[in-house]
């Protein structure tokens, strides 16, 4: 009667609350319909009663089932005129992680291997965080997050970003949006626009339209963010991704980089780096950052331990000009860091001890293997038929079919039925003509012996 699955990310109590459910508003169990014991059940599931007691205290809490002293647990009389028409049917896929679909071959851009986060590393660093500064949990943290972390952060990104910084330039962030909902709220009233790159990530343009910015598409191509489209613009603010464009993966060479500040410094304008997948360069040095070129400049630069540690910790940070750090101090000075002190004094320990870099060099060299493994499968399985655009670092890339598709969300509901998770590549522009023959394909969750297995599937979608 119900097929629950030990692999799927969802518990099996919930699992059997939501067949259950379904079957009642369906009406499949009709109204006062008896349902078995939770012994039998149980051992018809072959599950513990600890189990199927969970999902039937979820089904009488919420009203689908009644009980009967000695008797058991009932079908309530649910209306089913009036159940249809109210229940509809969301997509969960990017909501709700832990109630995601489960698909065989998934190329989300954002996911990472669990494989390669220390576990036992951070654990330890948090058990000792704890240990040795147990006095301190009784206070708030710094407004601008902890000195220590602080200042381990200007010493990491002068010497792989190039970034040149004090420590009182650097705010702790819980993520690249809340960076964002900052500078929103310092930039407000003296810019007007933002200029976006198209394609390009979605966050920042609903950030900035959310604060009453007029958001301006700006095309992109092999330099970057098209500056000459820029200057045409209103737009007194550029938000770009230069070490490594999402999603097309180009950076940003030297000469549009200083061409960039160039426009920055007439007009009071102000750039904000976002230094997406800085880290993960796959050949050749890391790229070094736009703010170091012009450190003195009106260039906010943000990073974030999401992309190469874990996204869940939201932790982010993010370096302001010092033309900004007035306003920042006015407006901000009765708010509090919004990542908890525990997180922060964790990864201050995990930096002095050395494991933050020596991550960064194994997750470089991990995900460096999976890359390989997608190209030589793009080649095995495409040849001649699609392009690779954005190679060489991050955890995606971007397949350029020599024939465009016909129809591109039909291809991605098409890919999903055989068990293959694409997100459209329509949804990175903010507006204009695009073109229906480019995938991005992220590897960073896939297993090594998935990617050459996944690729064969979309080829055979294609073909």
């Known amino acids: 009667m119900f097929n629950l699955n030990n692999k799927n990310a969802t518990p099996l109590y919930q699992q059997l609350f939501l067949q259950i459910r379904d079957q009642i508003v ?57 159940a249809s028409s109210s229940r509809t049917d969301h997509p969960q896929q990017d909501l709700h992680p832990k109630l995601v679909e489960r698909y065989q071959y998934d190329f989300h851009p954002a996911r990472l291997d669990p494989e390669v986060f220390p576990a036992s590393l951070w654990r330890k660093c948090l058990i000792d965080s704890l240990r040795s500064s147990t006095g301190d949990f009784s206070q708030y943290s710094e407004p601008q997050g902890e000195w220590g972390l602080r200042c381990n952060l200007q010493f990491y990104l002068e010497r792989s970003r190039g970034v040149h910084c004090s420590p009182t330039q650097i705010l702790i962030c819980s993520g690249l949006q809340h960076g964002l909902e900052i500078v929103a709220q310092l930039i407000k009233g003296r810019h007007e626009s933002v200029a976006v790159e198209n394609p390009g990530y979605h966050l920042p343009r609903d950030v900035f339209r959310n604060h009453g910015f007029d958001v301006i598409p700006v095309d992109v191509g092999a330099g970057g963010l098209n500056l000459k489209t820029l200057r045409s613009t209103s737009s007194t603010v550029a938000y770009i991704t230069p070490s490594h464009q999402m999603p097309l993966g180009h950076v940003m060479p030297v000469a549009n980089r200083l061409e960039l500040i160039s426009w920055s ?124 655009i954005g190679l060489g670092a991050g955890l995606h890339i971007v ?18 039925q055989k068990g293959v998770r694409l997100l459209p590549f329509s949804q990175f522009y903010i507006s204009g003509a695009f073109e229906n023959n480019k995938l991005l394909l992220g590897f960073g969750g896939m297993g090594i012996n998935e990617i050459p297995k996944g690729i064969e599937t979309l080829a055979t979608l294609i073909h």
């Open 265 to 388: 410094k007439t007009g009071n304008k102000l750039i904000i780096e976002d230094d997406y997948d800085s880290e993960l360069r796959y050949i050749g040095r890391p790229i070094s950052s736009l703010q170091g070129l012009y450190s003195e400049g009106n260039i906010i630069y943000q990073g974030t331990f999401s992309k190469v540690f874990s996204p869940a910790l939201r932790l982010s940070y993010m370096v302001l000009p010092h033309a900004l750090l007035n306003d920042y101090h006015r407006l901000f000075q009765n708010h509090f860091c919004q990542v908890p002190v525990i997180i922060q004094r964790a990864m201050i320990n995990f930096m002095e001890r050395g494991h933050w870099e020596q991550h960064i060099r194994r997750s470089r060299n991990f995900y460096k293997k999976k890359h390989e493994i997608m190209l030589q499968a793009i080649d095995e399985y495409f040849g001649r038929k699609a392009n690779v």
């Open 399 to 416: 397949l350029e079919l020599t024939e465009g598709l016909s129809d591109e969300l039909k291809f991605v509901e098409r890919a999903k």
């Open 26 to 82: 369906s009406g499949e169990l009709p109204a006062h319909f008896k349902l078995p014991s939770i012994r039998d059940m149980a051992m018809e599931l072959a599950i513990s009663r600890n189990t199927v007691e969970a999902a039937f205290q979820e089904l009488f809490a919420e009203g689908y089932i009644y009980s009967k002293s000695r008797s058991g647990y009932f079908v309530s009389y649910i209306d089913q005129e009036l």
